[in-house]
């Protein structure tokens, strides 16, 4: 049989001495005894360069005598292979970085081992990667740890061990929040049981004492839920972010609080320039013995004295702060109640008010009080657009869409329309084109009821074309704002 | 001698108290009265019959008054026409610019709102260069003077404050 598969196979054994040889993708040699390389593939001369008559320990590592611990020794002693990993120098000079597979060559079983056959494979670019990520590990300008299944850190990066000390050995909660207990919530136990990526806010304690805001990131190591021996448990110090954040909430209430001051003695100014009038009419009929000039007077000071109190009640309704009591309503209920409350007056003074509602409407978490004033102001601010334009058609239309997941109330009027400078001036603070009528609070308090729910306001207008106010609730806001509300 | 009954003064105003007050104030005093309640109606009243003086608000819905000021100035027959403006915006956001943009550009004083009505008379007396009752020239004086030493309050720098504070507070003593 033997012999009927050596004639099968002609040239098979020339292929396995010198193709083979040559072509496994590895540095072959072949060292005798005395350390001398008695052979070696085109890879190992490309790789260590020139080896003919020299000793391996001088190719290999540039070395005038065998190596400490040399494993090709040991192999011609006990026959056994070995497999290693070694530095030496390439036949540029060149650092190299290799694995070495070593195996006994004998004629048979017992006999001396008079050759050793020694494949080196070069790693020096897998070396070169493991540094990289060593040093990407290191010096990452997060936290980084590695946590074991006993909330062990076996592995802590640079940011970390400066920021909290040295931690390699200790548990988790008590290095990021001085705790002799687990964290009620552990993002990381949650990790270890279901194998997904967590992400929360933490407030933790440095190793000098100071609070440390940042938000984690733990991802499992391991590709099955069950298989995780690790979590990595990644932090970024949101401390400034915090701090800033304060200082920026601190600087716009101060300056709201400017803007406010300012405006409202701009409409006291407005009030006591009629109380002044008032008077000054008085006082002149008085002087004259004017019963009309009496009258006139009078009614200008009761006039200012109604804006002193109006302007108090709209004052106090913008400055009290209060969330959006949200409850299931359908838009167009909240229209046709306003309809039903102007339809009346808007036709007193000329103006149609009609609604186009959006029929597949269905309810959405609302605050009606809330969306009632914002509706409120728009629709009477549209009234009076068109009272005080010189189109003899005065129309003033809410309505309702739904497009994309967000929800919309439109205002439209077709009256005086406002030039790009008032428009620029509307959501400023009693800021008011209807001289006595309005206080400038109307728009400010819409938009802040707007923005409580998540909301957004915009207008488009032209001089005497008119005006369309829109207000903007994305859906999933409001939904959420609904649940937040609930679990409270 | 010019007499205030030689003189017109056309009132702009959006308020309807602020028009009636000021217009009675200048007819008591003897000027001829026109009325406007926008900078655009002013335009139009102008067409008819020219003022020799205006007495204007800034902030109004329908042309306001810097615009109104522009288009007055593209009129040579009425670039020359004494302003004198009639502001609750003086020192806010909402009017600053529009101030400052009028009263470098040489549009007379300013008053303030709430308005006397003797320091409206003099002031409306003083730029249209007429003879004023000494009363009335210290309070035109004052005026001035005042609404000058309100601007150089609100750009001065911490030092100047502070120094006059201590000279105000001295004066007291």
């Not at chain 1, 309505?399 to 439209?412: A, R």
């Not at chain 2, 601007?151 to 404050?161: F, H, Q, R, S, V």
Request: charged share 30%.
């Amino acid at each position: 049989m033997s012999s009927s598969a050596k004639k099968k196979t002609p040239g098979l054994e020339e292929w396995m001495y010198h193709s083979l040889f040559q072509q496994v993708p590895f540095n072959v040699a072949i060292i005798d005894r005395d350390y001398n390389i008695v052979s070696a593939n085109d890879n190992f001369t490309e790789y260590f360069g020139q080896w003919r008559g020299r000793k391996c320990y001088k190719v290999y590592k540039n070395l005038d005598q065998p190596c400490l611990g040399c494993n090709a020794r040991l192999t011609f002693e006990d026959a056994q292979p070995r497999l290693s990993d070694e530095s030496g120098v390439d036949q540029h000079g060149k650092e190299a970085h290799y694995v070495v597979h070593i195996a006994p060559l004998r004629k048979r079983k017992g006999a001396t081992v008079k050759y050793i056959i020694e494949m080196s494979r070069d790693i020096v670019e897998t070396k070169n990667w493991q540094m990289e990520y060593q040093l990407l590990f290191e010096r990452v300008p997060c936290y980084i740890t590695v946590i074991d299944r006993n909330y062990k850190i076996i592995r802590a990066n640079e940011a970390f061990r400066k920021n909290f000390g040295d931690v390699i050995g200790r548990r988790c909660f008590e290095v990021y929040k001085k705790r002799k207990t687990k964290c009620p919530n552990c993002p990381a136990s949650r990790t270890f049981r279901d194998g997904q990526v967590h992400r929360s806010q933490q407030v933790g304690i440095k190793k000098g004492g100071e609070q440390a805001h940042y938000v984690l990131t733990t991802s499992p190591l391991g590709r099955q839920a069950d298989q995780i021996a690790h979590v990595i448990e990644m932090s970024t110090d949101i401390s400034d972010v915090k701090k800033l954040e304060k200082e920026v909430l601190e600087a716009e209430r101060l300056g709201a609080v400017g803007q406010t001051v300012a405006g409202l003695a701009h409409s006291i100014k407005n009030i006591l320039m009629g109380l002044e009038g008032g008077m000054y009419i008085m006082g002149r009929g008085l002087e004259v013995n004017d019963r009309d000039k009496l009258d006139q007077g009078w009614e200008m000071l009761e006039r200012n004295f109604n804006k002193t109190t109006s302007l108090v009640r709209d004052f106090l309704s913008f400055a009290k702060g209060r969330m959006p009591e949200l409850e299931m309503v359908n838009p167009n209920r909240l229209v046709e109640e306003i309809i039903g409350l102007y339809q009346a007056i808007a036709a007193d003074v000329g103006v149609a008010l009609k609604a186009d509602l959006n029929p597949r409407a269905h309810s959405v978490p609302l605050d009606p009080k809330g969306i009632h004033t914002c509706l409120t102001n728009l629709v009477s601010n549209a009234i009076d657009a068109c009272e005080m334009s010189d189109n003899k058609h005065g129309e003033v239309c809410i309505s309702t869409t739904d497009k994309k997941g967000v929800l919309s109330f439109i205002v439209s009027d077709n009256g005086t329309g406002m030039d790009s400078e008032i428009k620029g001036k509307v959501f400023t603070t009693f800021f008011t084109t209807k001289g006595g009528k309005g206080t400038g609070l109307g728009l400010l308090t819409t938009r802040k009821i707007v923005k409580e729910h998540g909301g957004r306001i915009s207008v488009s207008s032209k001089p005497s074309e008119g005006t369309r106010f829109r207000i903007a609730f994305p859906k999933s806001r409001l939904n959420a704002l609904y649940k937040e509300e609930k679990s409270k | 001698m010019t007499k205030p009954d030689n003189k017109t003064v056309l009132v702009v105003d959006d308020e309807e108290d602020v028009r009636k007050y000021l217009s009675m104030a200048l007819s008591d005093a003897g000027f001829n009265v026109l009325t406007a309640t926008s900078g655009i109606e002013a335009l139009d009243v102008m067409k008819k019959e020219t003022p020799d003086m205006i007495s204007l608000d800034l902030v109004m819905p329908k042309g306001s008054g810097v615009r109104f000021y522009r288009e007055l100035k593209k009129n040579k027959a009425w670039a020359g026409i004494p302003i004198l403006i009639v502001t609750g915006h003086a020192r806010d956001d909402v009017g600053k610019a529009d101030l400052k943009e009028l009263t470098m550009s040489g549009a007379g004083i300013y008053l303030e709102k709430p308005v006397k009505p003797n320091r409206y008379i003099a002031a409306i007396k003083q730029l249209l260069g007429m003879d004023t009752t000494e009363d009335e020239t210290e309070t035109a004086r004052q005026v001035q003077m005042q609404n000058e030493l309100k601007n150089m309050i609100d750009d001065a720098d911490p030092e100047t404050l502070r120094k006059l504070q201590e000279l105000i507070k001295k004066q007291k003593e």
